[in-house]
């Protein structure tokens, strides 16, 4: 299915997500406390329109280059908070506003975080 590492993964998502100039990217370990993915990717878009485009370039180039589709996408239609379930990588795109709301890094702040732009 895929040739990379969930660590892998989530780097290349997080890298993907960067080259789409996303800002604030992180990378949640959620090993230890979730059992339906190994991470969460964490970007911010500074608009809809770009939430959109950061989530297509990530769905594109892991089909592309990795034959890796997500089991499921949420929130595209809006586009406030997007959320595409990658298996080992849960991508979560937010606008600044929405993000900033649900602190999703607040509510799993006992998770490590780990650098987003170190290559895999």
């Known amino acids: 299915m895929t040739d990379l590492t969930s660590l892998e993964q989530a780097r290349r998502i997080a890298a993907l997500c960067e080259e789409k100039l996303a800002t604030d990217v992180i990378i949640l370990d959620m090993r230890t406390v979730c059992d339906y993915t190994d991470f969460f990717v964490i970007a911010t878009g500074g608009n809809t329109r770009q939430t959109k485009a950061i989530s297509d370039e990530v769905h594109f180039v892991l089909k592309r280059d990795h034959e890796l ?16 379930d990658y298996y080992d990588s849960v991508l979560h795109v937010f606008t600044e506003e929405t993000r900033e709301f649900y602190r999703l890094e607040d509510l799993w702040n006992d998770v490590p975080k780990l650098e987003a732009a170190v290559s895999a």
């Open 69 to 84: 589709l997500p089991r499921a996408v949420a929130g595209e239609r809006e586009g406030t908070w997007i959320i595409a």
